[in-house]
């Protein structure tokens, strides 16, 4: 995603430092003054931090990102069966 939103904005060059499936540790990074991150904001509101992080750049920079909820097809163990007909029940659900 990142990469693809780079492409878009065109003209911009930046070198990789970090690449890591764990958030916390690009934004410990990113506190520390290694350079940016892209991060869920809800990770920065949340942060204890001496060292706060602000938004880096305008609204053009944000990239929406779509959670989908994924099951198998067949019956699932009880509660989680249950925890599926309770999303069900409230949510529009589309394939």
């Known amino acids: 995603m990142v990469d693809a939103m780079l492409a878009r904005r065109g003209g911009v060059h930046m070198t990789r430092h970090s690449e890591s499936p764990a958030a916390e540790n690009l934004k410990s990074m990113a506190e520390?003054?290694?350079g940016v991150a892209?991060?869920?904001?809800?990770?920065?509101r949340r942060t204890t931090s001496?060292?706060?992080l602000v938004p880096a750049g305008d609204e053009s920079w944000r990239i929406p990102v779509d959670i989908r909820l994924f099951r198998a097809a067949g019956p699932l163990p009880g509660v989680a069966?249950?925890?599926?007909?309770?999303i069900e029940s409230q949510t529009e659900l589309s394939p």
Do not use: I
Not at 38 to 44: D, E, K
């Open 81 to 86: 069966e249950d925890f599926w007909n309770l």
């Open 32 to 34: 520390d003054g290694f």
């Open 38 to 44: 892209w991060v869920a904001s809800m990770r920065v």
């Open 50 to 52: 001496e060292k706060p």
